[in-house]
């Protein structure tokens, strides 16, 4: 019996931290086609030949020709502010030649969006805007959109339910706000076209246990982990790492956030995007005819920066030396994660704990101390 052909999906932001790990889980499954754009404003190119290798490693002997192709990774280097150029991809595959999208692609950083909030929305909500268009017109409409816990601003419930009113404290999550209500309007209005899910992230950390994906940030990195890998590692020289507040209502006066593994997070979008095909069941239980839904992803767990900083201290041997400062502008107390539903109608339930988190991205620090510039054995 003849296997199914490959399903083309299309993946934003695929040389990124997240979209890199995302490519990796539907590349072992065989069953997609991956296409990723990138502009490279956060990543390197050099992530992708990280991919192939990976791929063409974990082919059977007797592997066919659409194995093999389910291996390749069908790269354009585009900007999605440029509408024009992504639109190009689309007109490359025609009308229906893709089955859907994996929007990964958006400036990310809390505090930066507080002081350039319109390159914030020009790149999280007006790209949004027009790669939905553009998907539009070239009749792909099944969407998985990059959300964030941020949309919850300060929640007055702890852990956090879907459920949760969204207001956000940040451009940052105020981006991640509009394009959620942008594509819930969109599946209302033309509820026969479109299957949508929105992922709410809470803190993706972590490497793929090889050591050959990891976070890679341009310049100094903007979140925590990183950070302390990168401190421990000799990348980044700074003599102590600076606590941004210590006075919050938290158990130890640091913010409290819900840290997944990043491995889990993409197994989490390879559920969500089977939820898109037309025979799943995810949406039958939707209020009205739209097929819109949004998920949390997270472990329902905890931890403060200073637990962060004792778990990275564990894993590296460093002796981390600290200061507080005043707290940073658009950051809440607690954000954790109430994941019961996404583990009830999609079966996703996080699995690695926080000391394999930083097992494996101190693996992957030392493997390559200079990120996706370290030459490999």
Not at 31 to 52: C, E, G, Q, T
Request: aromatic share 8%; charged share 25%; with cysteine.
């Amino acid at each position: 019996m003849p296997s199914e052909p490959l399903r083309r999906v299309l993946i934003t932001g695929g040389a990124g931290y997240l979209g890199s790990h995302i490519i990796f889980v539907l590349q072992q499954t065989r069953r997609f086609k991956v296409i990723s754009i990138d502009n490279f404003h956060n990543s390197p190119p050099k992530v992708y030949d990280r991919l192939a290798k990976i791929a063409r490693d974990a082919l059977p002997a007797d592997a066919t020709a659409q194995d093999k192709d389910s291996a390749e990774i069908d790269t354009h280097k585009v900007d999605l502010t440029h509408a024009e150029d992504v639109r190009a991809v689309f007109e490359k595959h025609g009308k229906g030649g893709i089955w859907g999208v994996i929007h990964t692609a958006a400036l990310k950083s809390v505090g930066e969006s507080t002081e350039i909030p319109i390159a914030y929305y020009h790149n999280n909500v007006a790209a949004t805007m027009f790669l939905l268009e553009i998907m539009s017109d070239y009749e792909c409409t099944r969407f998985i959109y990059s959300s964030s816990a941020t949309v919850y601003g300060t929640p007055t419930q702890i852990p956090i339910p879907e459920s949760t009113r969204l207001s956000a404290d940040s451009p940052y999550g105020r981006s991640k706000v509009m394009s959620e209500f942008m594509l819930e309007d969109l599946c209302h209005a033309e509820p026969g076209r479109w299957r949508a899910i929105s992922l709410r992230y809470f803190n993706p950390a972590g490497a793929h246990p090889s050591g050959l994906l990891g976070e890679d940030p341009r310049g100094r990195p903007g979140n925590l982990l990183p950070l302390l890998a990168q401190m421990a590692g000799g990348r980044v020289k700074d003599p102590e790492l600076k606590v941004f507040g210590n006075d919050y209502s938290t158990p130890d006066g640091t913010c409290v956030r819900d840290y997944l593994h990043v491995m889990d997070l993409a197994k989490g979008h390879l559920v969500a995007l089977d939820a898109l095909a037309p025979e799943s069941k995810v949406f039958d239980n939707c209020p009205d005819e739209a097929r819109y839904k949004a998920y949390n992803l997270g472990r329902g767990r905890g931890f403060s920066v200073l637990d962060m900083v004792e778990a990275m201290r564990k894993a590296s041997g460093y002796d981390y030396k600290m200061s507080f400062v005043e707290r940073r502008r658009g950051d809440v107390p607690d954000l954790t994660a109430d994941p019961t539903l996404a583990e009830k109608e999609l079966g996703f339930k996080a699995e690695n704990d926080l000391e394999t988190m930083c097992r494996d991205l101190w693996n992957w620090q030392t493997k390559n101390p200079q990120g996706y510039d370290t030459l490999l054995a």
